[in-house]
């Protein structure tokens, strides 16, 4: 009688478990579809998407992380992607697409080196070399920008909202952003420091995009707290106070015995007389304006309006701090201790109704060190994409000033560094050569995706462009309006350096990540109440849900 070999299961029940080229396949084949995704979305002439969640909230936007993260993606691989969108979001704020447009192409380039039986730790380390270099490549190829060079800037947040919903005011827009930026701006030891924070940005359904405006203080979305305050005040010495204005109550509870009527009087006027020393105090440190981050007792309201000063309760918590740095106000949590020092000045305090609420303009103040931009638009999804726009130009400027260095747009920079990549993998030896110069093909989906979207021939386009390369113009790029060559530099196309040197190092490195992942174990159905596998992971060879 033969002897039958029992099986041996290492895995729960229900685990799938995919391992060597299949895994590859499937993982790349994820990120590929992730990338194509936000491609069309890519240059001046990038399409929007729509999204619509679960409950029919629509966002219409072509900002990539915003289109990867409000698509609820699941498969684990394509979930790698989408961290290489946020990463680049949070360094500079731009060029989320082209970073993930350039992972999945990476990737696509692996999958032919895969098939000719290179080793994926051959094509990792090829990329990886081909990575550093590019670095080297992009820090030579950068030109300077310092902060007085405010027609650079200006170029450069007008390059981050082209192609945008904001592009119709992006003339107005960018100087708006190159004044806050230079604003907040300060310096410590030769050092330029630039915190976005100090920027808030307020948004209004009404009006058009060109009634945005920059406001040299602080918005508050609150309104005075009694009609009888004035409501405008100039010349506005601010009191800013993060404790109540109002007679605290016992911390345990306490029972008061009275036995004459007249008691229930003295101390009713014995609580009247505390307000009225609370704002007696607010008065005498010269304060004619009062931002309360807690509560306004109605009688203090009253005395206040009294006194003639304008009061506003319930501010956040960033508010009272965004009006500190604009207004040079302290914060007081005593009342007893509040002094002339600690008030903040502005030209003006006024309340304005904008669209259907009223606000508060804090305006007009010495050397803000936070600022606010408003912005109108006329549906709540044009304020929405025209906010995304403004984040990006900011961080574009911002990313600018901190690094020192920009370069041209419009697919230059992506085509001379492909080209020196050829030159350097022809140094050398072995089948690393072969990943570098897939790394270089790689790059130049950059314009190729700029020509289609535009509606270019890029076959016809990329010819044209790597020979003007090769007669050495460096900002040769591709003008989407009339399907040409142009200068990009020259045509005031400039992004930030740290753009492209930020979306090479993570796309390059979730590429490498990714190629190294040779077996996709997926635990199997948890048990009852648990979530249910990613879909995607089940089966793992044939087709792949992605949301």
């Known amino acids: 009688m033969t002897n039958q070999i029992q099986p041996i299961f290492i895995l729960p029940e229900g685990s799938q478990r995919t391992t060597g080229r299949s895994a590859q396949r499937t993982n790349i084949m994820a990120a590929k579809l992730v990338a194509e995704t936000v491609r069309t979305t890519l240059g001046p002439k990038g399409m929007d998407k729509m999204l619509v969640d679960s409950l029919g909230d629509v966002v219409v936007t072509n900002d990539g992380v915003t289109i990867l993260q409000e698509m609820n993606i699941e498969h684990p691989a394509a979930k790698m992607i989408v961290e290489v969108a946020k990463t680049q979001e949070n360094e500079v704020g731009d060029g989320t697409t082209t970073a993930v447009v350039i992972a999945g192409e990476l990737l696509k380039k692996a999958e032919i080196l895969l098939e000719q039986e290179i080793h994926p730790t051959v094509i990792a380390r090829g990329y990886r070399l081909a990575a550093e270099k590019s ?37 107005l827009l960018s100087s708006l952003i190159v004044k806050a930026v230079k604003s907040v701006m300060e310096k410590e030891n030769g050092k330029l420091m630039i915190d976005i924070s100090n920027i808030k940005i307020e948004k209004k359904t009404g009006g058009s995009v060109e009634d945005s405006e920059l406001i040299n203080g602080i918005l508050v979305d609150k309104e005075k707290v009694h009609s009888g305050m004035p409501r405008m005040v100039k010349n506005a010495k601010i009191a800013l106070i993060d404790s109540a204005i109002e007679i605290k109550n016992t911390e345990i509870e306490a029972k008061i015995q009275i036995s004459d009527p007249s008691q229930i009087q003295a101390f009713m006027d014995q609580e009247e007389r505390m307000l009225r020393n609370m704002v007696e105090k607010i008065a005498k440190s010269g ?71 009223d606000m508060t303009y804090v305006k007009e103040c010495e050397n803000p060190k936070s600022v606010t931009l408003l912005l109108r638009g006329s549906t709540e999804h044009v304020t929405d994409e025209v906010k995304r726009a403004i984040e990006d130009g900011i961080g574009d400027v911002t990313a600018s000033l901190r690094n020192g260095g920009v370069v041209a747009g419009a697919g230059a920079p992506e085509m001379e560094l492909a080209r020196e990549l050829r030159k350097y993998a022809e140094s050398l030896s072995g089948r690393e050569q072969l990943a570098v110069n897939s790394f270089a093909e790689a790059i130049e989906v950059i314009p190729r995706t700029l020509a289609e979207n535009a509606g270019i021939d890029p076959i016809d386009i990329l010819t044209e462009l790597k020979s003007a390369h090769d007669k050495g113009m460096k900002w040769a790029g591709i003008d989407v309006f009339s399907g040409k060559v142009m200068d990009a530099w020259k045509n005031n196309v400039i992004e930030p350096l740290k753009i492209k040197t930020q979306a090479i190092s993570s ?35 044939g087709d792949m849900p992605m949301y």
Request: with cysteine.
């Open 135 to 171: 670095l080297i490549i992009l820090n030579q190829m950068a030109e300077k920008v310092t902060e007085n060079d405010d027609e650079l800037l200006r170029h450069i947040a007008m390059t981050a909202m082209t192609g945008k919903g904001a592009e119709t005011s992006k003339e």
């Open 287 to 357: 304060a004619n304006v009062v931002f309360c981050q807690k509560g306004i007792d109605d009688m203090a309201q009253h005395f206040l309006a009294k006194k003639n000063i304008l009061a506003v309760r319930r501010v956040k918590k960033s508010d009272m701090e965004a009006l500190a740095r604009a207004t040079g106000a302290k914060v007081a949590t005593n009342l007893d201790d509040l002094n002339v020092n600690d008030l903040g000045k502005a030209g003006i305090v006024e309340e304005k109704k904008i669209g259907d609420e």
């Open 507 to 541: 796309a390059s490195e979730v590429a490498q990540m990714i190629l190294r992942i040779d077996d996709v174990i997926a635990s199997g159905k948890p048990s009852a109440g648990g979530d249910k596998m990613p879909p995607g992971m089940g089966g793992m060879g």
